[in-house]
Nanobody
Framework: QLQASGGGLVQAGGSLRLSCQAS????????MGWFRQAPGKEREFIAA????????YYADSVKGRFTISRDNAKNTAYLQMNSLKPEDTAVYYC???????????????????WGQGTLVTVSS
């Protein structure tokens, strides 16, 4: 089970940090990802991190602004979001999967477990 938190209202240019805590241990072949869904749009990949080794992957739209990280001891992944823009407004979901190969790491169907979502609103 995944619990996402940290969303809120922020002005453009501001920052937020989202957290995603897993209720159980994340195994070494696990991947945790963040997706978002804006009103009227499809859910899209934002970032992912491999639990073992910490390799990270980003969507082009957030590269250089967002940073994904994890705390193995706390079974928690984070998404640090800086230089937020109004177009970043969305419900953000964390997800987890196992043995995800590189070619599918950005795909929704690669993840088996999903959090409930946390709303991020960026005002202009």
């Amino acid at each position: 089970q995944l619990q996402a938190s940290g969303g809120g209202l922020v002005q453009a240019g501001g920052s937020l940090r989202l957290s995603c805590q897993a209720s159980g241990r994340i195994f070494s072949n696990g991947v945790m990802g963040w997706f978002r869904q804006a009103p009227g749009k499809e859910r899209e990949f934002i970032a992912a991190i491999r639990w073992s080794g910490g390799s990270t992957y980003y969507a082009d739209s957030v590269k250089g602004r967002f940073t994904i990280s994890r705390d193995n001891a706390k079974n928690t992944a984070y998404l640090q979001m800086n230089s937020l823009k109004p177009e970043d407004t969305a419900v953000y979901y964390c997800a987890a999967g196992y043995s995800i190969i590189l070619s599918t790491i950005r795909l929704i169907r690669a993840y088996d477990f999903w959090g409930q979502g946390t709303l991020v609103t960026v005002s202009s």
